[in-house]
């Protein structure tokens, strides 16, 4: 059985060991409540049900997580950290369209087969976790198509596009990355073919972009 508990002795070396202990007892709830959630969702299951499958009894859990919204928000801020580091790194070493369709494509599967657990709970709760989950889930989104919109900025889009058409492709690009990493979970054996269909389209969606001019261009920074 897992424990946090607090040893009997004093000294740096054991306060280390406590804070091993304790941190690897809170990673175990998070892959326990990943596991317990695969098939269904972050609802469906309880805190007893988490401490049991990690060892622990129900009073260690709250040493951690206060509640099982609480482990929800932990695991939607694990997702998407790595996931926004490593598309923000993809889109600012792409300076062409070209360079961003294929680079950037292949490097988003990796990442969902390395993180496969975390995807799918991301998929599932955004509709059916509970509201702070789901409101968290779109906060990330809404951060990461910010991001993506003051790089697209950068490139020297503000003379042709306003703001607001800037937004509205940073908005499609990261839905479109979005949907695409959510069939790579539900079909992973289709990987390739999921690939070539995105590829086609987000080319369909980026020749539009690039022809596009709004009416109103952002005025210069």
């Not at 789901?134 to 697209?152: H, M, N, P, S, V």
Request: charged letters at 25%; zero cysteines.
């Amino acid at each position: 059985m897992l424990t946090d508990a607090e040893p009997t002795e004093s000294g740096a070396g054991q306060r280390e060991s406590r804070a091993v202990r304790k941190e690897r007892t809170r990673r175990a709830i998070l892959d326990a409540a990943l596991a317990l959630a695969a098939d269904s969702n972050l609802a469906a299951i309880s805190l007893r049900q988490v401490a049991k499958q990690v060892g622990v009894v129900p009073t260690a859990f709250y040493r951690h997580f206060g509640s099982l919204e609480l482990l929800g928000l932990a695991l939607v801020d694990e997702s998407f950290r790595s996931l926004r580091l490593m598309l923000l790194d993809v889109w600012r070493h792409a300076p062409e369209y070209r360079d961003f369709i294929d680079g950037s494509l292949p490097i988003v599967a990796e990442h969902v087969r390395e993180h496969r657990p975390h995807y799918a709970f991301i998929a599932r709760e955004r509709t059916a976790g509970p509201p702070r989950v789901r409101e968290a889930i779109g906060q990330q989104i809404e951060l990461i198509t910010r991001e993506l919109a003051t790089d697209i900025a950068r490139t020297g889009a503000a003379e042709r596009y306003s703001a607001a058409d800037i937004a509205l492709l940073a908005d499609l690009i990261v839905s479109f990355v979005v949907t695409m990493a959510e069939r790579l979970v539900d079909d992973p054996e289709s990987e390739e073919q999921t690939l070539d269909r995105a590829r086609t389209q987000l080319r369909m969606l980026l020749v539009g972009a690039v022809n596009w001019r709004s009416q109103e261009p952002a005025a210069p920074a």
